[in-house]
T-cell receptor, first 115, second 113 residues
């Protein structure tokens, strides 16, 4: 998984609870992404980061926030978890320059269940 | 609005046959088209990718065909093997891809021995 770890790998939480997922990379890549994967929807971009403290919204950002205080860590926070946020969450990274910029490497995923 | 449409949703192919998955896109600003392979419980992994300046790219048993005028691209898996059974996603990005990939909904491929 290209030097990407996600924690926790599995989590069960209750509606209304804040949840933070962590993505950690050892590749020193500039770009980091959070996607969610749901049956029948493929993968959809939640937020992404193009550098430390530089983040932007993706297609499905409502209800989520992110932070990146170090190159290697990208945190995804569900401010008040809802059942619709039950999903598998993937972190991805990509290199910062050249023709390899678009190649995204994915982590192993975090399976989140919101009851 | 779904910007990348993928078909079929599921596909069963006999061992040794050719698997074909199709995608169509709407945004003409897309300039990079990767295919990802995903096994159960794993993250997607890049399989092969193409840019619109070429009409075909081949890597081993995997070939991407690209039709810029029709805004379509497809993945062909030659001599399909049971180990190819997985979910395949097409995707697209623009402007270097820094703002992320837009994915199709995926195709669940089963290769029967």
């Amino acid at each position: 998984d290209a030097g990407i770890t996600q924690s926790p790998r599995h989590k069960v939480t209750e509606t209304g609870t804040p949840v933070t997922l962590r993505c950690h990379q050892t590749e020193n890549h500039r770009y980091m992404y959070w996607y969610r994967q749901d049956p029948g929807h493929g993968l959809r971009l939640i937020h992404y980061s193009y550098g430390v403290k530089d983040t932007d919204k993706g297609e499905v950002s409502d209800g989520y926030s992110v932070s990146r205080s170090k190159t290697e860590d990208f945190l995804l926070t569900l401010e008040s978890a809802t059942s619709s946020q039950t999903s598998v969450y993937f972190c991805a990274i990509s290199e910062s320059w050249g023709v390899l910029q678009e190649t995204q490497y994915f982590g192993p995923g975090t399976r989140l269940l919101v009851l | 609005q779904q910007q990348v449409k993928q078909s079929p949703q599921s596909l069963i192919v006999q061992k040794g046959g050719i698997s074909i998955i199709n995608c169509a896109y709407e945004n003409t600003a897309f300039d990079y088209f990767p295919w990802y392979q995903q096994f159960p419980g794993k993250g997607p992994a890049l399989l092969i990718a193409i840019r619109p300046d070429v009409s075909e790219k081949k890597e081993g048993r995997f070939t991407i065909s690209f039709n810029k005028s029709a805004k379509q691209f497809s993945l062909h898996i030659m001599d399909s093997q049971p180990g190819d059974s997985a979910t395949y996603f097409c995707a697209a990005s623009k402007g270097g891809g820094a703002d992320g990939l837009t994915f199709g909904k995926g195709t669940h491929l089963i290769i029967q021995p």
